[in-house]
């Protein structure tokens, strides 16, 4: 039998709708639509604790991006057969899926899958020892330590790979205060739930690799069940550091971010052609010498940032098929457009 840790602290000024229960549990069917933000924002790791505030400001999107969160029949899932035991099923449109149970005392998560784009579908499974995320109540000072163990499965060099997986995840409500957001959006009694899993597995040819998946879910159970701003980071490492061999990096909000005004956004405009493309694109437009171009993925991840001059070809063989933003900076002012690969 496995053992948890479980530490909670229900502090007497915690009010009711600032703790995690079974009564605000999400329930199928619960939805929510996101806004896509930039992917590196500062997670505010540091802030934490009692009547702390969030200051998110100054935070970027990208405009008419937007991502569907919602809770559904892990049956209605593409990867439902791999989670058989599950009963729901956290989806964040085209990107995360997070397969779970619940009941009036806990929420158990199976397991995971996620889109990275050298790897496909990454799908770690809990098949052998659960992963216990929240134990009714959960509020501030709740901590809850526990072991999980399964496998990983994804696409490595064109070849299916099943590698086994074992870890330790650390799960907790570690801040409750105001959350701000860009547009004077400012949120009181707001409540962060954070995680941090981290499993180790084998990768073909290079070996021992550590599988990381860090969330911070921010709740106003005033206003839903569902997170109203997440921040995600899941990456595939070997040991010791170093660039990740995958990486998957997600920040969504619920309220509108900041965006390129009309008058910054016609300081300068450019174009991509052909497009759509397979191997081979061509960047034309009234920038300066001194601008940078970048490739994002649609999670809001750089995959490749460049100093480019118009005219200039870009080689985008190596992208999976898809749709990415293309982002050039000049002078402080940012313009984007939407490339598709073939």
């Not at 070849?159 to 547009?183: I, K, R």
């Not at 709740?219 to 660039?243: C, E, K, M, R, V």
Request: with cysteine; aromatic share 12%; proline share 4%.
């Amino acid at each position: 039998m496995k053992k948890i840790l479980l530490s909670t602290f229900l502090f007497a000024s915690v009010s009711a709708n600032a703790q995690m229960t079974s009564a605000n549990e999400p329930a199928i069917g619960e939805t929510s639509t996101m806004f896509l933000c930039d992917s590196l924002s500062d997670n505010l790791n540091a802030i934490s604790g009692s009547g702390v505030t969030w200051d998110y400001t100054g935070l970027n999107g990208y405009q008419g991006e937007t991502r569907v969160v919602d809770v559904v029949d892990p049956a209605s899932t593409p990867f439902a057969a791999s989670y058989p035991a599950s009963t729901k099923a956290f989806q964040v449109e085209n990107t995360l899926t997070t397969y779970f149970t619940s009941t009036a005392s806990e929420r158990v998560s199976q397991g995971f899958q996620f889109n990275e784009a050298s790897f496909g579908d990454v799908l770690a499974t809990y098949t052998n020892d659960e992963q216990t995320m929240v134990t009714y109540p959960f509020a501030l000072g709740g901590l809850i330590v526990d072991a999980y163990d399964g496998n990983v499965d994804y696409t490595f060099n064109g070849f299916p790979v099943s590698e086994t997986l074992t870890g330790t995840a650390y799960s907790w409500v570690d801040g409750q205060g105001t959350l701000d957001l860009p547009n004077g959006i400012s949120l009181p009694n707001v409540i962060r739930y954070k995680s941090i899993d981290t499993a180790a597995t084998i990768v073909p040819l290079l070996g021992a690799a550590e599988l990381m998946k860090t969330q911070y879910e921010y709740y106003d159970y005033t206003d839903q069940n569902l997170p109203i701003f997440i921040h995600t980071t899941i990456s595939l490492a070997l040991p010791g550091g170093g660039l990740p061999l995958a990486e998957l990096s997600l920040v969504l909000s619920k309220y509108e971010a900041n965006y390129a005004s009309i008058d910054d956004i016609n300081k300068f405009t450019f174009n991509v052609f052909p497009n759509p493309a397979k191997d081979m694109i061509s960047v034309k437009g009234n920038f300066s010498a001194e601008a940078t171009g970048s490739i994002i993925d649609q999670s809001g991840r750089v995959l490749e940032t460049i100093n480019i001059q118009s005219g200039q070809s870009i080689n985008i063989s190596d992208l999976a098929t898809g749709s990415y933003f293309f982002t050039i900076q000049d002078s402080g002012f940012i313009t984007t457009k939407t490339i598709v690969k073939k």
